[in-house]
């Protein structure tokens, strides 16, 4: 079981986007261990973006994910990270396939409504960012059984 760290970026909460979101993880069988709405600040930002600090991208990407709150979660499940990766489509809505989430809700790169981490690698570290260890919850949930034997 692989844990990934998600978070619907200030786009996705302003248009109304969490529900039907969160929906497609929970649909797919990913499990929700963490979630929190919180306002990203300065600090915060540049820690998550860190990798792309220097490029034309990083400023302006810094000041999206602070312009609004964001809902910062940890969903759980088989082959997560990869997984998570698939279900939200190319960085650039305009490459993602249209059946995935950037792809169905997303019109250009700067507003693409979701991060996910790249590897388990970057969400261990993600995840430490915003939450405390004691604010994930592991819980059996009705239906596990029926996920994979
Ligand atoms: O988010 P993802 O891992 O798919 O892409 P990334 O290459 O790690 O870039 C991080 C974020 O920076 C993207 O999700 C976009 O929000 C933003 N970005 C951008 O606005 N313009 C670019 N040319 C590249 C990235
Ligand atoms: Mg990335």
Redesign the pocket.
Known sequence: MERTFIMLKPDAVQRGLVGEVIARFEKKGLKLVGMKLIQVDRALAEAH?AE?RGKG?FE??VN?IMSSPVVAMVWQGKNGVALARELMGA?NPANANPGSIRGMYGMD??R?II?GS?SVTSAEREIALYFKPEDLVDYQKVGDEWLSE
Do not use: E, Q
Request: charged share 10%; proline share 8%.
């Open positions: 973006y792309h991208f302006p990407t999206y960085t790169i700067s693409n991060h790249d």
